[in-house]
Structure formats: C-alpha cells, structure tokens
C-alpha cells in the first residue's frame, strides 16, 4: 500500500465501500483494508433490503438480486397470518440481495472510481498523534506496514474494534446483541415473493425467525434471539433446528452461517479527531429489525461527503466533521433509530398472547402504506388503550 492516502477506509462491507466510493470520485487519494481475504463472504446476513432505500444508490441489477418481494407476513405465536400487501408494504417490498456479489459490486465501484483496495489486509492498530487518528497499523501476508491518512473511515462492522482501540467506548450490552444464526435451505415450499416474520417467546424469544426467499424452494432461514437469552440447550440453533423440523422436515441446509447483530442505541459520538465511524460499528443498524446494509451505505456516503469537506479545509478535528454526526441524527434514518429503538424495548417484553393480540388487530386495520409508525398509530386509533401501555414511546407519534 501506498504510505499515505487522503482518506484510509477500515472494512470491505457496504459502509466502507460507499465512504470509499465517494471520497474517490470527489478526487481523494483513498486506501481500503478488508480482513477477509475475499470482499463478500462468508455472507452474514439475511440479505433483505427495502427497494425505496436500495434504490437511493444503485439501479437494481439482476446479477447481484436473488429474489424480488412485493409482500410481507407476520406470522403470530398462534400461527395466525398476516399479509401487508404491495399496496400497503412500504419499505417492505424489496430485494433479497446475493450479497457476495452485491458486496464485490459495491467495492469494484469504489475501485473504478479511483480507490485503493487491498484484500487480507488487517487494521491491527491506530496510529495516533497528539490524540488525533493519523491513519493505521495493517498487516498484510505477515508484513506490517503504517498507512497514514488525513482521516480514517471505522466501517469495521458489528465487532468492529477500531474506534475502540481509538478510546471510543463501542461496548453493547449482552441484552442488546442479537445471535443469530441462519440456513440457506434448499428443497423447501415458500411463497417466492414473500419474506415471512414468525413471532413469539416459544420460537425466538426477543427476535423472530426469518424466512427470506433466493430463488425456487430456496431461502434463507434464520432466527435471532436476544443474547440473554441465550444458553445451553436454548442457544439459536437449539431454536432454528426446531424451527426448522416442524416447518421444513423436507428441506436441505446447503449453508450455515452465525452472526450478532447490535439492536442497542446508535454510539453517543461517531467522530473523533481525525475518524469518522460509519455503519455497524457506528451502531446504527435498525434496533427492531436488525437490517443495516441501507444504514451502513448511508452512513458511508455521508461520513466521505463530510470527511471530504474537512480535507479541504485543512481541519479534520471532531468539531469540523461534527456535521456528519448530527445530520445522520437528524435524518429519516436518525429518528427511526431512536423510535425503533423504544418500540424494540416495548415488544421485547411482550408475552405471547399480548402478541397474537397485536398481530390480530394488524390485519383489522385499514392501512394505506406500511411503516412501523403507521402500524402503532393505527393501532392506537383502532385501540386507544394500547395508547397507555405505549406511554414510553407516544412522544414519537
Ligand atoms: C444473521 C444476520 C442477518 C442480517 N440480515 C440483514 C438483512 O436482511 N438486511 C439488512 O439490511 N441487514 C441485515 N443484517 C445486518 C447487515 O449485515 C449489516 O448491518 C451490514 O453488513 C453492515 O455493513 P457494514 O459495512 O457496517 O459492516 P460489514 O458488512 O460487517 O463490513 C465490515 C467489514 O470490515 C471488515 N473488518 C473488520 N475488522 C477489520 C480490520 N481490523 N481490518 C480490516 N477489515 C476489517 C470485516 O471483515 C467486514 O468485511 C444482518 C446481520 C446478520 C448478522
């Protein structure tokens, strides 16, 4: 690697990808570092991403799309379904993405305009000076080398050790981490244009079982359950496999892949004197459904935009790039993180037979576009008792 760069990027996925494409094509000399000795694999994600939000960055392309969905279902513990519709299923309706590719995708973009990837590459240590991050200690093929940078991009993901090694406190608490794991079955019957949500204590307690289509009689089927729930005989997996007995006897698991993902609240600051903290590591995934490919690609952007900036005034103190920390709070983004967060915290606690309830009164309403806020408000209307019990998050409505 070159000894300097504008900009060094930590981490291949959608985040540090985005950073790295944006800071290119404003003309930065950019450098990123992936770990994984291929960018995209092994795959940890249900893949599932809104069209809308897709969209913002990319034309669809069918050779990094799976399966395309027009509809969701809510499956509730008494087995009662529930289908949002196209017309009503908002940000429901999307991709489920083949993010071995969608992720080379996005980084080859990053390279064709212009940035410096290097693959089995490993951030080991920051290089700071007077308190400021000034670039990276990486280690390729055994040989270590310092790569300094006017700012550093932390997109290292979910266990993203960077910004802590810079003094940030990345800490989540054990209840705030859902495990998840996940089959890629073959050999099933689904409804190929339907992701599937099943809800209960029984079947994952403080999360759900997925099933998200990739093609004929293949999906994806996982479950994240809260970390505290977590132990022996009652570990994801002890869930999943009898999920997946009682559901798909027939199928056949062709992939098994592990992961956590982080449903606390987004880090209380997300730059420091020269580092901006982008996507999972930032902590902005969604905390009640988990996804954050969207989240990370909007926080990667944003944080070269500002970075860039900074650059170019000769000023990458926290307080000059301060503006990417408070316009992604600001945004769309920002305040679902904050409600979906209270609304989390609500449902976890839950018991079963409130959830039926719930999923029961879902399919009375009469709902013209789906989002979690228009769900809660239509259920307050159709049941204004629930307005109580929703105390900790009607500022929000
Ligand atoms: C089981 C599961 C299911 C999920 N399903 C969905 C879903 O359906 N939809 C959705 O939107 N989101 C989903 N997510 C979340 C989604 O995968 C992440 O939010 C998204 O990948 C975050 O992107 P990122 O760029 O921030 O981090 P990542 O995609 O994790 O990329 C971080 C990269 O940094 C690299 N790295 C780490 N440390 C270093 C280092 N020291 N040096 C160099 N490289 C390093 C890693 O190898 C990795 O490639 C799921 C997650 C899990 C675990």
Not at 259 to 278: Q, W, Y
Not at 336 to 363: G, M, Q, T
Request: aromatic share 6%; proline share 5%.
């Amino acid at each position: 690697m070159k000894p300097e760069y504008d900009l060094l990027v930590i981490g291949g996925g959608p985040g540090g990808a985005l950073a790295a494409r944006t800071a290119a094509e404003k003309g930065l000399s950019v450098g990123l570092v992936e770990k994984r000795p291929a960018i995209g694999v092994p795959v940890r994600c249900a893949e599932g991403v809104g069209r809308d939000l897709l969209e913002e960055f990319m034309d669809p392309d069918p050779a990094w799309i799976s399966a395309e969905i027009d509809r969701a279902v809510l499956v509730a513990p008494d087995g009662f379904r529930m289908a949002l519709e196209p017309s009503m299923a908002g940000s429901e309706v999307g991709y489920v993405l083949d993010r071995k590719r969608f992720d080379r995708e996005l980084v080859m973009q990053a390279a064709a305009a212009g940035a410096e990837i290097q693959v089995k590459t490993r951030a080991v240590a920051p290089i700071m000076e007077n308190g400021t991050v000034a670039g990276a200690r990486i280690e390729q093929n055994g040989q270590i080398q310092d790569v300094r940078a006017k700012v550093v991009i932390a997109a290292d993901g979910v266990e993203s050790k960077f910004a802590r090694w810079c003094g940030v406190d990345t800490a989540v608490p054990l209840g705030d981490i859902e495990t998840c794991v996940q089959y890629l079955m073959t050999g099933i019957e689904i409804d190929d244009a339907a992701t599937v949500f099943h809800l209960g204590n029984e079947i994952a307690p403080e999360g759900y079982v997925w099933i998200f289509p990739k093609g004929p009689k293949t999906a994806n089927v996982g479950i994240g359950i809260s970390g505290r729930k977590s132990r022996d005989g009652s570990r994801p997996i002890d869930y999943l496999n009898r999920f997946v007995k009682s559901h798909f006897p027939e199928g056949r698991v062709v992939e098994w892949i592990m992961g956590g993902v982080s449903v606390c609240p987004p880090l209380e600051k997300t730059v420091a004197d020269g580092m901006v903290i982008v996507g999972d590591a930032a902590r902005v995934s969604d905390p009640l459904t988990g996804g954050g490919i969207y989240n990370a690609m909007y926080t990667g952007r944003l944080a070269a935009q500002v970075a860039a900036d900074a650059i170019a005034k000769g000023d990458v103190s926290a307080n000059a790039m301060m503006p990417y920390d408070t316009t992604w709070r600001a945004s769309k983004l920002g305040k679902s993180l904050d409600r979906n967060y209270r609304i989390k915290e609500y449902f976890i606690h839950l018991p079963d037979a409130k959830l039926n309830r719930l999923v029961h009164s879902i399919s009375r309403l009469d709902l013209t576009k789906f989002s979690t806020l228009e769900i809660i408000k239509e259920l307050i209307r159709h049941d204004p008792t629930l307005l109580l019990e929703l105390r900790a998050i009607r500022d929000l409505l």
